[in-house]
Structure formats: C-alpha cells, structure tokens
C-alpha cells in the first residue's frame, strides 16, 4: 500500500472487556511472539475481511455458543414461571 494511501486509511479504536486470566494469557502469548496484542488483533481482522475459514469457523463456534447460552436462560426463565404457575394453582384451589 503506497504511503499516500495509507495516511488516509481510516483506523478505529475498539474497547472491549476480557476475563483477566483470559487477557493474562493472550498477552504472555504475544509476548513469547514478540508481538503486541494490536499486531495480533490486527491480523484477526484482516483474516475476517480476507473470509479465513478457519477465524469464520471459530466466529460460527462463537455465535453457537452464545446462541446456546440464550436458549439456556430462556429455558431457565421458562421453569421459573412454570413453578410460579404451578404454585398459584396449588393455593388458589386449596
């Protein structure tokens, strides 16, 4: 990329939060790479944009995950207002 070109690239700052064992572990492992954890982060997003089938892969695992994790909570809501259902019941009718 010219030097022109890339001046005018447009960069964006991400603010995320990660479990500290989890950031711990991601930074001895860019350390032990000589690499920042933005070299790393940088070269995730250029494998998103290039469709890498191994980082959409992991994204689909992610989106599995979570999607998984809603049917979870639904499913716990669900016997919650069951119960609560079924214990107006019981006292209504006695």
């Known amino acids: 990329m010219s030097k022109s070109v890339k001046s005018i690239e447009r960069r964006k700052s991400l603010h995320f939060n990660l479990p500290a064992s989890s950031h711990a572990a991601l930074r001895v492992q860019c350390f032990k790479k000589e690499i920042t954890m933005q070299d790393f982060f940088e070269e995730v997003s250029h494998l ?5 089938q191994i980082v959409l892969s ?11 994790r809603q049917l979870e909570k639904f499913t716990e809501t669900d016997t919650e207002s069951l119960y609560n259902m ?7 009718s006695s």
């Open 48 to 52: 998103v944009a290039s469709e890498s």
């Open 58 to 68: 992991i994204m689909d695992s992610v989106a599995m995950k979570k999607k998984n």
């Open 86 to 92: 079924i214990e107006r019941e019981i006292e209504s």
